[in-house]
C-alpha cells in the first residue's frame, strides 16, 4: 500500500513536498517515484529513485525538482519553482518484488491514491 501526501494549493514560484510511504507486506523495492496527471493528458513520469539512489527526472522538470529517500520505504519529491502547468494528481509508483508463500515474486507496479497539486498564476 502507498500512501502519499503533501498536495495543495500554490502560486506560481511556490513550493511544495509531497511524501510517499510503501507500508504492509514484506517487499524488494527496486524503485519509487512519482508520475503525475494533468486533465485531459496522459500520465507521466515526473521522478523516480532506484534502491541505489540513481535518480531520473521528467524533461520539464529542469532541475526544479528533487526526489530523495528517508529509507527504502519512503521518498519525497521537493518541489521548487512550481509553474501552473504543473498542475495535476500526483501519484506515487512503486516497482517492488513481494514475498508471497515463501519465495519472491516476480516485480509488481503499485500506485498510490493521487494527491492534487494546483499552481495558480
Known amino acids: 500500500q502507498l500512501q502519499a501526501s503533501g498536495g495543495g494549493s500554490v502560486q506560481a514560484g511556490g513550493f511544495l513536498r509531497l511524501s510517499c510511504t510503501a507500508s504492509?507486506?514484506?517487499?524488494?523495492?527496486?524503485?519509487m517515484g512519482w508520475y503525475r496527471q494533468a486533465p485531459g493528458r496522459q500520465r507521466e513520469l515526473v521522478a523516480s529513485?532506484?534502491?541505489?539512489?540513481?535518480t531520473n527526472y521528467g524533461d520539464f522538470v529542469q532541475g526544479r525538482f528533487t526526489i530523495s529517500r528517508h529509507n527504502i520505504r519512503i521518498i519525497y519529491l521537493e518541489m521548487s519553482s512550481l509553474k501552473p502547468e504543473d498542475t495535476g494528481v500526483y501519484y506515487c509508483?512503486?516497482?517492488?518484488?513481494?514475498?508471497?508463500?515463501?519465495?519472491?515474486?516476480?516485480?509488481?507496479?503499485?500506485w498510490g491514491q493521487g494527491t492534487l497539486v494546483t499552481v495558480s498564476s
Open positions: 509508483h512503486c516497482n517492488a518484488r513481494p514475498f508471497r508463500n515463501g519465495e519472491w515474486s516476480s516485480a509488481v507496479d503499485y
Open positions: 529513485i532506484t534502491n541505489d539512489d540513481r
Open positions: 504492509g507486506g514484506v517487499i524488494n523495492v527496486k524503485h
